[in-house]
């Protein structure tokens, strides 16, 4: 079996702000841009509010009283954030997803149903709602 050619590389790699980042693939020989990991989960809150600072899966954990989940105010267009009532409990102790910079017109958006979820999107100037349960 031969080996593998060799690849030099000079300059400088700029990381997007979008989450992907350049893959050898192998089975063609090709440079081809992967999602990364996004997820980030709330295990035993120590305190609220939780500040979101990238683009983010918030899985709420088990909580007592209202759990305050802070967007940015002006992140990068197209920047996505999922919460989620990961334990069931939002009916008694509710999640207010906060912003600035509104939530479909208003802010807070209360997630107050069990294993509730709200997915919101940042189009430039306000935050979107793409999908809740």
Do not use: C, R
């Not at 693939?25 to 980030?40: E, I, M, N, W």
């Not at 088990?62 to 009916?91: C, E, R, S, W």
């Amino acid at each position: 079996m031969p080996n593998a050619p060799t690849k030099t590389f000079t300059g400088s790699i700029l990381v997007p702000p979008d989450g992907y980042v350049l893959t050898y693939s192998t089975t063609d020989g090709y440079y081809v841009p992967k999602a990364t990991s996004k997820l980030q989960i709330i295990s035993n809150p120590v305190s609220s509010p939780y500040n979101v600072t990238t683009e983010d899966t918030v899985l709420v954990q088990t909580h007592g009283g209202t759990f305050t989940v802070n967007l940015p105010v002006a992140p990068p267009v197209g920047y996505h954030v999922f919460v989620k009532d990961f334990a069931g409990v939002a009916a008694g102790n509710p999640i207010n997803v906060v912003s600035g910079a509104n939530i479909d017109g208003t802010s807070p958006y209360v997630i107050n149903v069990n294993f509730g979820s709200v997915h919101v999107v940042f189009n430039g100037s306000t935050w979107s709602i793409l999908s809740k349960f």
